[in-house]
């Protein structure tokens, strides 16, 4: 079985790297939301997938938050598809 790389980088060293970025945000809201998502979805995540939830990691905590609670509504540009994804899992561990 090939090990999938994605620009000379091994997938796991990159999905390592992802969710630890995704647990030391710099807002222990969103600390816990992504790493906790980050935790449960990147073994499974592909290169593509990968680069979506980085690009994603690029918003401001305080925009993502608001996305993914709802407060404010997604501008056109965002990847509202994994925006509503990470909404419906913090949801779900939160019992609602």
């Known amino acids: 079985m090939a090990v999938e790389k994605t620009a ?30 980050a935790d449960a979805h990147a073994e499974g995540w592909d290169a593509m997938e990968l680069g979506r939830f980085e690009a994603l990691m690029e918003e401001a905590d305080v925009d993502l938050l608001a996305w993914i609670v709802g407060r404010r509504a997604l501008p056109a540009d965002a990847d509202g598809e994994m925006i509503a994804d990470i909404a419906r899992f913090q949801r779900e561990r939160a019992g609602q």
Not at 8 to 36: C, P, S
């Open 8 to 37: 000379g980088e091994d997938i796991g060293v990159r999905r390592k790297r992802l969710r630890f970025r995704a647990r030391h945000r710099g807002t222990q809201e969103m600390d816990l939301i992504l790493g906790a998502y």
